[in-house]
């Protein structure tokens, strides 16, 4: 036992497991290698800063993420020639827990002492402890045909945890969104992806 945490502990990997589910509704065939697409942006995501609750990178900064994702499934950002139009999108809530389900480390007590030097008496307050926070983020990506505007794809990756460091946990969450693309498996399923501790 001593040796597997010393072996888990030791490791520089860490694992971000995200629940995934996508729809594709291609109209004809799917996309080959070499697709293009551009990006599209709702209102929400022109005018809403970063650093509002659920947004902790910029547009640009996500859809430069979601950009090297789409390379490693084949698809080329070209906004002047493109048949696809890709919206992304990232959601985070920030959950603070309490250690023991809320209960109190110890209860309030009084201390009374005395000696040469004097006495006193004390009052202690009982010590809150807390886990570290919780992040619920999801990622989305909708692909629309640039021609149609019909969507032809869907899919999001969502995932908790405890890491706090949205620049790379997110590349994998996009990576999982995209795994089977652009014909993915059915239904909801959980992706792992190993990336640097």
């Known amino acids: 036992m001593a040796a597997l945490l010393l072996s888990t502990g030791c490791s520089s990997l860490r694992?971000?497991?995200s629940d995934v589910t996508t729809f594709a509704l291609w109209p004809a065939t799917t996309p080959v290698p070499g697709a293009s697409y551009r990006?599209?942006?709702?209102p929400s995501?022109?005018?809403?800063?970063?650093?509002?609750?659920?947004v902790e990178l910029p547009q640009d900064q996500l859809e430069a993420l979601a950009r090297n994702a789409l390379d490693k499934v084949g698809l080329v950002?070209?906004?002047a020639d493109a048949a696809l139009d890709v919206q992304v999108s990232a959601t985070?809530?920030?959950?603070?827990?309490?250690?023991?389900?809320?209960?109190?480390m110890s209860g309030p007590s009084?201390?009374?002492?005395?000696?040469t030097?004097?006495?006193?008496?004390?009052?202690?307050?009982?010590?809150?402890?807390y886990e570290p926070p919780l992040y619920l983020r999801e990622v989305s990506l909708v692909l629309r045909d640039s021609r149609s505007h019909a969507v032809i794809y869907e899919t999001r990756a969502t995932h908790d945890g405890i890491w706090a460091d949205a620049r790379a946990v997110l590349p994998a969450m996009l990576a999982a969104a995209l795994q089977g693309f652009p014909v993915p498996p059915a239904g909801t399923r959980r992706v792992n992806i190993e990336i640097p501790r």
Do not use: C, H
């Open 39 to 42: 990006f599209e942006r709702l």
């Open 77 to 79: 950002n070209n906004p």
């Open 45 to 54: 995501q022109q005018l809403l800063p970063a650093g509002s609750p659920t």
């Open 117 to 129: 030097a004097g006495g006193f008496v004390g009052f202690s307050m009982p010590l809150m402890m």
């Open 110 to 115: 009084v201390a009374l002492s005395g000696g």
């Open 92 to 104: 985070t809530r920030k959950i603070q827990r309490r250690a023991y389900d809320g209960r109190f």
């Open 15 to 17: 694992v971000i497991d």
